[in-house]
C-alpha cells in the first residue's frame, strides 16, 4: 500500500482507474484486516528521525541517575494549542499493531497555520 492515509473507497476507486478492475470498498477493508492493518488515529506529530531518537536517548541516559534535588531545579512545562479557525480533521491511516511512529504511519503537523490559542503551564 503506497498510501497509508487513503481511506478504503478512494483506493477502490483508484484501482478501478488504474487497473480497469471492480473492487468494492469493504473487499479492501477485508484485504487489509486480515494481513494485520487496521484504520487507527495516527500519531500527530514530528517524525523522529535516527539522529533524534539517539539525542533523545542520550539525554535520557545522562540524566537517569538524577536525584530529587537535581530535579527540583528543573521547570516542567506544558503546552496545549486550541485550533479556532477550522475544525481538527478525523484522518485515519492503515497500521498494523506497533507501527504507531513509524515514518509513514505520523501525520506531520503543521506548527503555524491557522488561528490559534496557546495556553502554556509550568509547575
Do not use: K
Not at 12 to 19: A, G, K, L, Q, V
Not at 102 to 117: I, K, M, N, P, Y
Amino acid at each position: 500500500m503506497n498510501n497509508r492515509f487513503l481511506s478504503a473507497p478512494p483506493s477502490s476507486r483508484h484501482t478501478r482507474e488504474r487497473n480497469n478492475q471492480r473492487i468494492s470498498a469493504n473487499t479492501i477493508r477485508i484485504r487489509l484486516s486480515t494481513s494485520g492493518l487496521r484504520a487507527r488515529r495516527p500519531y500527530i506529530g514530528p517524525i523522529l528521525t535516527q539522529r533524534l531518537r539517539l539525542q533523545r536517548t542520550l539525554w535520557a541516559q545522562e540524566h537517569a541517575a538524577w536525584d530529587r534535588i537535581q530535579w527540583q531545579s528543573v521547570v516542567f512545562s506544558d503546552e496545549s494549542r486550541f485550533c479556532i479557525d477550522h475544525a481538527v480533521d478525523h484522518v485515519h491511516v492503515w497500521r498494523r499493531s506497533g507501527e504507531r511512529y513509524q515514518a509513514d504511519c505520523v501525520r506531520e503537523h503543521d506548527r503555524w497555520g491557522g488561528a490559534s490559542l496557546m495556553m502554556c503551564c509550568c509547575t
